[in-house]
């Protein structure tokens, strides 16, 4: 059709929709467009606004490499990951992916250490209960871990760390539990120098996270979850820059001052955490790894997330 009115582009473009084949491609798209169209509208966005959006829009993509995904970490800062991961799992225990997962870690017995250079930290020996929605345990469940360093920064950004430092995979016992050893994490703040930092800057909003373990959990005949446990004595649980701090994902760490570790070596203070993962019955499946490996820069303005 020939455009003569600002209404008419609307329904222009979604009249080039109607070819599509499949129902779900075509729901999303039409949805999409619509709501494109309604916000330009609502805002009455100018051209300079536009000029200014496409430029937003295409950093995300330039500063996306394979050791840093801004477009993720943009998508958590937006609320958009936890809020995709709560409508499509009311009855585990999923948390937002985050960026910063690397396929293939190391395969690690149950009870073994995920530190695999020397890294700062009191140590920390996490239990991990998983179990399906009726309270069963789930053996056999393949569980990948990985969390930052108390320098706030994962493997992939710091040079100073081992190739894949934090990071592990192991499978449920008998029992439905996983264990590790580990150092106890610190927050950090999400990477500075992108569109991310912009939308923070201009909400007046601080950059961290709350300290947390991340775990994937998947097994054949369940619905593949990303999980975080974040301590309940972290000061900044409701303002999680994320937003990734939901009731079920606070764990509690325990002190131990005099008591003897799970691992003789320890002699001062250590912590403890136990934390269940629920799953429901559905498709396993992995999301596409947001990096794939270490960075050989060290980590600056655009480092830790
Ligand atoms: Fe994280």
């Given at each position: 059709m020939i455009i003569e009115t600002e209404d008419q582009v609307t329904e222009a473009v979604l009249s080039?929709?109607?070819?599509?084949?499949d129902p779900r491609t075509k729901e999303i798209i039409q949805s999409l467009i619509r709501h494109l169209h309604g916000f330009a509208k609502d805002v009455r966005l100018t051209e300079k606004e536009f000029n200014a959006a496409i430029n937003y829009v295409t950093k995300l993509g330039q500063l996306t490499t394979d050791a840093h995904n801004e477009t993720r970490l943009i998508a958590g800062s937006l609320g958009l990951s936890t809020l995709v991961c709560m409508m499509n799992n009311d009855k585990s225990t999923a948390n937002l992916l985050g960026p910063f997962w690397r396929q293939g870690a190391p395969f690690v017995e149950n009870?073994?250490?995920?530190?695999r250079s020397p890294t700062a930290g009191l140590p920390l020996f996490f239990t991990g209960h998983v179990i399906d929605t009726d309270g069963k345990p789930i053996a056999g469940a393949n569980v990948d871990v990985w969390h930052a360093s108390t320098k706030g920064l994962y493997e992939n950004q710091d040079?100073?760390?081992?190739?894949?430092?934090l990071r592990g995979r192991f499978i449920t016992d008998d029992k439905g539990e996983f264990r590790y050893r580990t150092i106890k994490p610190s927050g950090y703040p999400v990477p500075a120098g992108g569109p991310t930092e912009v939308l923070l800057e201009v909400q007046h909003r601080h950059p961290f996270r709350p300290a947390h373990l991340h775990s994937m959990v998947y097994k054949d005949g369940f619905k593949t979850i990303t999980a975080q446990v974040y301590g309940d004595d972290d000061e900044i649980l409701e303002s999680d820059v994320q937003f990734?701090?939901?009731?079920?994902s606070i764990g509690h760490y325990v002190r131990h001052e005099n008591e003897p570790a799970p691992d003789s070596d320890v002699t001062g203070p250590w912590y403890s955490m136990d934390h269940t993962l629920v799953l429901e019955r559905g498709e396993s499946w992995l999301p596409t790894p947001p990096v794939k490996a270490k960075s050989d820069v060290m980590a600056t303005s655009m480092g830790a997330s």
């Open positions: 080039e929709t109607q070819r599509i084949d009870g073994g250490s995920i530190v040079p100073s760390q081992a190739d894949w430092n990734g701090v939901t009731q079920n």
